[in-house]
């Protein structure tokens, strides 16, 4: 892909997070726009689970049910995901055979090869990864790097203003909720 196209990718990115607030949307248009972008197999969003032991699907694209169902992704149990969450860009060559990937086996049965794996980073904080998986051998060239950087630090920033979002709106609810029970008192 020529450096035009991915920064017309990315701005078909930075319009589906500025489309809307709601997580779920958002997310599955960002996988969908990326692996189209990269010519990948597919791409997925986890997200760290609240006792930041796991890494729970947020949505994905090109993936099988089967995959997605293949069990939880354990940080401890994944070397991958074990150097993403310290904000690395990781890179693998081959999901099947390599012992950082936690599901080769999966990996071989979907007909995944190299993976590229990109933090999604609030702040100093790793909140998920964004996965682009590819079938066939692929090592990323540095405009891909930085299109999935920039696709990550856009997503995480998302994410962000959702959970943002849905607190202010939570918040704004109970105050209403409050205000009319005081009223009809």
């Known amino acids: 892909m020529k450096e035009k196209d991915y920064f017309l990718a990315l701005y078909d990115v930075v319009k589906v997070i500025n489309a809307s607030l709601e997580m779920t949307t958002v997310l599955d248009e960002i996988v969908k726009a990326v692996a189209l972008a990269m010519g990948a197999k597919a791409c997925s969003i986890r ?3 609240s006792r930041k032991k796991a890494l729970i699907m947020g949505a994905s694209y090109g ?9 939880p992704v354990l940080i401890k149990e994944s070397g991958l995901d074990q150097k993403a969450m310290t904000g690395q860009l990781i890179w693998i060559k081959n999901a099947q055979t390599d012992p ?8 071989k049965a979907e007909g995944i090869k190299s993976v590229i794996v990109v933090p999604l980073k609030v702040e100093k904080n790793v909140i998920g990864v964004l996965r682009v998986y590819t079938d066939k051998i692929r090592e990323f060239n540095e405009q891909e790097t930085k299109f999935m950087e ?3 630090n856009l997503s995480a920033l998302a994410l962000e203003n959702a959970r943002l979002h849905q607190a202010l709106k939570t918040n704004y609810e109970l105050l209403i909720a409050h205000k009319y029970r005081l009223d009809d008192n």
């Open 150 to 152: 920039s696709v990550a």
């Open 63 to 71: 993936l099988s049910k089967g995959y997605i169902r293949k069990g």
């Open 47 to 49: 997200l760290l689970d």
């Open 100 to 107: 950082g990937f936690q599901y080769g086996a999966g990996a």
